[in-house]
């Protein structure tokens, strides 16, 4: 059975600051996407970033970016120059190729951004 | 509709009473997951549809839990003889097909007193 750890809890950055949130996950698929997913208070989940495990170049996507390192089966997500808005719960989330597994989900990093 | 739309948002039950839960997914999305997020946890898998078939249900933590998509598109989680652990915000999401990325509902809250 696949896992997803995210071994920290809770951080907290100050704004404008970047700040990097840690995510390994245990496998034995070749085939897989990884994802950061962020759920506001609100709840909603929203996607984040996404990475394809074929690929070797790091997702990024604005102020997002992964460092994906597919032999020692981590994933970590950084958020450069941070924003008030970024402060949420994030999932680190694993998902095997063929999709009908559904997600596999850490227990979350609550972010705190400080003004 | 532009969104997956989940329904009731918030819903109290009595320990012993029944309740169902409502999904709207995006139209024309044919992957349907439910998930179960307890406090201060990551989303559990609960169940799989792919059109109106479920193809998966290996995550329904009893045979209280039952799942249908009987049209293919709308979705009902209904929960009988709800007990206190069932309390948990109920997740819906959809995708155009396998492997997609999902688009999560905002979830309905079940508070099991």
């Known amino acids: 059975a696949q896992t997803v750890t995210q071994s920290q809890p809770e951080m907290s950055v100050q704004e404008a600051e970047t700040v990097t949130l840690s995510c390994t996950y245990d496998?034995?698929?070749?085939?897989?996407?990884l994802f950061w997913y962020k759920q506001p208070p609100s709840r909603q989940m929203i996607l984040v970033i996404r990475q394809e495990a074929y690929k070797q170049q790091n997702a990024t996507e604005n102020r997002f970016s992964v460092n994906f390192q597919k032999a020692a089966k981590s994933f970590s997500l950084k958020i450069s120059d941070s924003q008030l808005g970024d402060a949420a719960m994030y999932f680190c989330a694993y998902c095997p190729g063929g999709g009908a597994d559904g997600l596999t989900f850490g227990k979350g990093t609550h972010l705190i951004i400080q003004p | 509709g532009a969104g997956v739309s989940q329904s009731p948002r918030y819903k109290v039950a009595k320990r012993g009473q029944d309740v169902a839960l409502r999904c709207d997914p995006i139209s024309g999305h044919v992957s349907l997951f439910w998930y179960q997020q307890a406090l201060g946890q990551g989303p559990e898998f609960l169940t799989y549809f792919q059109n109106e078939a479920q193809l998966d249900k290996s995550g329904l933590p009893s045979d209280r839990f039952f799942a249908e998509r009987p049209e293919g598109s709308v979705s009902t989680l209904k929960i009988q003889r709800t007990q206190q652990e069932d309390s948990a915000v109920y997740l819906c999401a959809s995708s155009l097909r396998p492997a997609n990325v999902l688009t999560f509902g905002a979830g309905s809250r079940l508070t099991v007193l």
């Open positions: 496998t034995s698929e070749s085939d897989y996407y």
